[in-house]
């Protein structure tokens, strides 16, 4: 099988075992500016709200722009904002002042998850959250919000005297996250791009629905005249061999104890496992963008892993991210 040009992104959620935040903080910068030297396509931090005392962040909003500001050519953004603990208005000003600062390189990533296991004690909300229908009612209007605000500047500044600066510049790239094509004729309407996670994915969600994925292309395109960006997102402990990357998994989901219950999928694999199975992947979902969240605890292990991914795949060989 012959490689044909694949794209990959990194993802990052800040979590390290028995390490200081702010050491991980150093890490992930260390990280991200190695990731765009390699010719990574893609950076992405998710946003989380969990009890773990070494998580290094949880909005990453602050993150993404230092991580920016150190990079020259990779993609920078979130994986996703979860919007239904915050206002549009602070997301869409900070997301597209970033984006005209480091030029049309920033995501802004869209999640309906919320993180109100953690936050409802301190996060006030003015609706039952804990309702569905509530809950995607909130969502679907703060992304209407989100998108009016970025894309209608004219009418809101005539009719509501509202600004997001710079004033007819550019917005970011946005992307609704998802861990199944359910959601697509939300990302048609508004015009986003799409990823699937594998990791999130829920029993009888984990099929390829490669058809699904080019109706979806098709109708975006009708609607739009351009196609959609869409990636694949995959979990994977990555080591030199198959016995060290088995090993690595199982002392990983012992020490987090979840990942089992919450369906959380990881791949244990080498260089050359990661490369067929992207390969094979690129074939059944009907992608070219993949991107890996690799739970490898050792800083020094993913550098080398990026190197290898880096190598293997070809990345280098491409000098503009598109």
């Given at each position: 099988?012959?490689?044909?040009?694949?794209?990959?992104?990194?993802?990052?959620?800040?979590?390290?075992?028995?390490?200081?935040?702010?050491?991980?903080?150093?890490?992930?910068?260390?990280?991200?500016?190695?990731?765009?030297?390699?010719?990574?396509?893609?950076?992405?931090?998710?946003?989380?709200?969990?009890?773990?005392?070494?998580?290094?962040?949880?909005?990453?909003?602050?993150?993404?722009?230092?991580?920016?500001?150190?990079?020259?050519?990779?993609?920078?953004?979130?994986?996703?904002?979860?919007?239904?603990i915050h206002d549009a208005y602070p997301v869409v000003t900070n997301y597209k002042?970033?984006?005209?600062?480091?030029?049309?390189?920033?995501?802004?990533?869209?999640?309906?998850?919320?993180?109100?296991?953690?936050?409802?004690?301190?996060?006030?909300?003015?609706?039952?959250?804990?309702?569905?229908?509530?809950?995607?009612?909130?969502?679907?209007?703060?992304?209407?919000?989100?998108?009016?605000?970025?894309?209608?500047?004219?009418?809101?500044?005539?009719?509501?005297?509202?600004?997001?600066?710079?004033?007819?510049?550019?917005?970011?790239?946005?992307?609704?996250l998802s861990t199944s094509y359910r959601n697509v004729e939300t990302a048609i309407?508004?015009?986003?791009?799409?990823?699937?996670?594998?990791?999130?994915?829920?029993?009888?969600?984990?099929?390829?629905?490669?058809?699904?994925?080019?109706?979806?292309?098709?109708?975006?395109?009708?609607?739009?005249?351009?196609?959609?960006?869409?990636?694949?997102?995959?979990?994977?402990?990555?080591?030199?061999?198959?016995?060290?990357?088995?090993?690595?998994?199982?002392?990983?989901?012992?020490?987090?104890?979840?990942?089992?219950?919450?369906?959380?999928?990881?791949?244990?694999?080498?260089i050359d496992s990661l490369y067929n199975m992207l390969l094979e992947y690129q074939?059944?979902?009907?992608?070219?963008?993949?991107?890996?969240?690799?739970?490898?605890?050792?800083?020094?292990?993913?550098?080398?892993?990026?190197?290898?991914?880096?190598?293997?795949?070809?990345?280098?060989?491409?000098?503009?991210?598109?």
């Amino acid at each position: 099988m012959i490689n044909r040009d694949i794209k990959i992104g990194l993802l990052e959620y800040g979590y390290r075992i028995d390490k200081n935040s702010m050491a991980t903080i150093e890490e992930i910068i260390e990280y991200a500016v190695e990731a765009d030297k390699l010719g990574f396509s893609r950076f992405w931090l998710g946003e989380h709200h969990g009890p773990l005392t070494t998580t290094a962040f949880t909005n990453p909003d602050l993150l993404i722009g230092i991580i920016a500001g150190m990079t020259d050519q990779i993609k920078v953004g979130s994986a996703g904002s979860t919007i239904i603990i915050h206002d549009a208005y602070p997301v869409v000003t900070n997301y597209k002042l970033m984006n005209n600062m480091f030029y049309d390189r920033i995501d802004l990533g869209l999640a309906k998850g919320s993180g109100l296991v953690e936050t409802k004690k301190v996060v006030k909300m003015d609706r039952d959250l804990n309702s569905r229908k509530s809950f995607r009612q909130d969502f679907d209007d703060k992304l209407k919000l989100i998108y009016d605000l970025l894309y209608n500047e004219k009418k809101n500044l005539e009719e509501n005297e509202v600004v997001i600066p710079p004033y007819g510049g550019k917005a970011p790239e946005m992307w609704y996250l998802s861990t199944s094509y359910r959601n697509v004729e939300t990302a048609i309407k508004y015009g986003l791009n799409y990823s699937r996670s594998l990791f999130h994915s829920l029993p009888g969600e984990d099929d390829y629905k490669k058809e699904e994925l080019l109706k979806f292309k098709q109708d975006f395109f009708e609607k739009h005249k351009v196609y959609p960006k869409v990636n694949i997102g995959i979990s994977i402990c990555m080591k030199n061999t198959m016995p060290e990357a088995l090993k690595a998994l199982e002392q990983l989901k012992a020490h987090y104890g979840q990942g089992e219950n919450e369906g959380f999928k990881i791949f244990a694999v080498t260089i050359d496992s990661l490369y067929n199975m992207l390969l094979e992947y690129q074939d059944l979902y009907g992608v070219d963008e993949f991107i890996i969240h690799d739970l490898t605890d050792d800083p020094q292990q993913l550098l080398s892993n990026i190197n290898a991914i880096s190598d293997r795949f070809n990345l280098q060989k491409e000098t503009i991210v598109n």
